[in-house]
Each structure stands twice: as C-alpha cells, then as structure tokens.
C-alpha cells in the first residue's frame, strides 16, 4: 500500500490567524487608556535626559524649564545646574538630581 498519510487534526493557519486577531479585538477595546501628563514624573526624566545629551553633543550650555523644577541648566561637561529635589505631589514621589555628572534618583 503506498497511499499517503494525511492529518485531520490540527488547526490551519487562517484559522489560527483568524483566532489571533479577534483575540488582539478583544485586547485592544478591554484595556483601559490612560491619558499622560507631559510634565510628569516619567517624562520629567526622559526630557532631563534629552537636554543633558544635547549639551554634551554640542558641548555648550543648555537647558529646560519644567513646572515642578523650574529651570535645569546643563554645562557643556553635562553637568546640572541646579542640584535639587523635585518633588511630583499628585504621585507622592521625587526625583533627587544629584551633584556631578546630574543623573537622577528616583524616590
């Protein structure tokens, strides 16, 4: 007998993409969507970071004005100007710019 083998079981792969994309439907409208504050505590660090490297690339004085810390001057060399706490009261928690290379803490 020399027929061959064929396997009914098993999903193909329509089905299986099929079966993927309602789940991700499903996903996408049941999380919920949480709206950022642009001055908060996350991306107070992401922009910290932005004008820190910026100052070094062109190696001149830089800076930024956020509503929790006021002004944050860099020098050529990175370094902050000045060192602070800042504090984010709607999420109970600071962020502490330390002396030197100005990185950041968080608390």
């Not at 950022?36 to 107070?44: G, H, I, V």
């Not at 810390?69 to 860099?74: I, K, P, R």
């Amino acid at each position: 007998m020399t027929g061959r083998r064929t396997s009914t079981s098993g999903f193909t792969l329509a089905e299986t993409c099929l079966a993927i994309l309602i789940l991700s439907l499903f996903m996408a409208f049941c999380l919920p969507v949480h709206e950022l504050n642009l001055d908060d505590y996350y991306s107070f660090a992401d922009s910290h970071i932005l004008v820190q490297s910026e100052a070094l690339a062109c190696a001149c004085e830089m800076s930024y004005e956020s509503e929790n810390a006021g002004v944050v001057t860099f020098n050529e060399n990175g370094k902050a100007d000045p060192v602070q706490t800042v504090f984010f009261p709607h999420r109970n928690k600071e962020i502490v710019i330390e002396l030197g290379g100005g990185r950041l803490v968080f608390k």
